[in-house]
């Protein structure tokens, strides 16, 4: 399939989705409207996502079946340094003496392997607000603390990070508290993709107040997936 065809397709689902959305939520008898419209809106970032590492892939000349995303949980160790440090030697003890049971399972929404070997990390959202990025890049600094060279992503429909993060340019400058909070994590290279131009609006949610979602978007993210994945082909 023609690359600019899977991107009318993506942008066809896209408008498809958020045309019925609003009155599926309102018909569900199993789940309350809200969390009908925050599930619909995850699933829906995530398909897209997800099309677009596919699409990056081919046309960086990657052969399909090597390509594997997943989300799978990965066992973080308990840090050896944390264990020396407690005072307490009985429960120093029970720890060491089961220290195969202390981990703590951790992934992000999309994690993309080549010939299966894990080269990036993507998180998905519908909107994203600065409280959200510290828990992103703690996840993050937990997966590379395992996996010290995957690259790390957000993909977001729309963003509440302030600054010009939904606003399409050349150059994105960010805003300065999201820049703020990510330079404590100084390991983690996050790039912001945001899919849907202007900041999120509580009052004017996107299955309301309809807003387009642009083929440049689509092209400039498949562009920067590419630059992360041709190493690989």
């Excluded at 896209?14 to 009155?23: A, G, Q, R, S």
């Excluded at 398909?47 to 046309?59: C, D, G, P």
């Excluded at 340019?169 to 100084?186: A, L, N, Q, R, V």
Aim: aromatic letters at 10%; glycine letters at 4%.
């Amino acid at each position: 399939m023609p690359f600019k065809v899977k991107i009318a397709k993506i942008i066809e689902t896209y408008n498809t989705v958020l045309n019925v959305v609003d009155n599926q939520a309102r018909n569900s008898e199993d789940r309350a409207y809200g969390g009908v419209i925050r599930s619909v809106k995850g699933k829906l970032q995530e398909y897209i996502t997800e099309e677009l590492i596919k699409i990056a892939w081919i046309e960086s000349g990657g052969e399909i079946n090597r390509l594997l995303i997943d989300s799978r949980k990965h066992r973080i160790k308990i840090n050896n340094d944390y264990i020396e440090k407690i005072t307490d030697t009985e429960i120093k003890e029970h720890i060491l003496a089961n220290i195969n049971n202390y981990y703590y399972g951790i992934s992000v929404d999309k994690q993309v392997y080549v010939d299966m070997e894990f080269v990036l990390g993507i998180e998905c959202k519908a909107y994203t607000e600065n409280a959200m990025i510290k828990r992103i890049l703690v996840d993050f600094t937990f997966l590379k603390s395992m996996f010290p060279d995957i690259n790390c992503y957000l993909f977001q429909l729309e963003s509440q990070l302030g600054g010009d993060f939904s606003f399409l340019d050349i150059k994105t400058f960010g805003s300065k508290s999201t820049h703020t909070i990510m330079s404590y994590f100084e390991d983690i290279e996050l790039n912001i993709v945001t899919l849907l131009k202007g900041e999120r609006k509580v009052k004017k949610p996107i299955h309301k107040f309809f807003k387009p979602l642009p083929e440049a978007t689509l092209i400039k993210a498949v562009e920067l997936l590419k630059m992360d994945l041709i190493k690989y082909v």
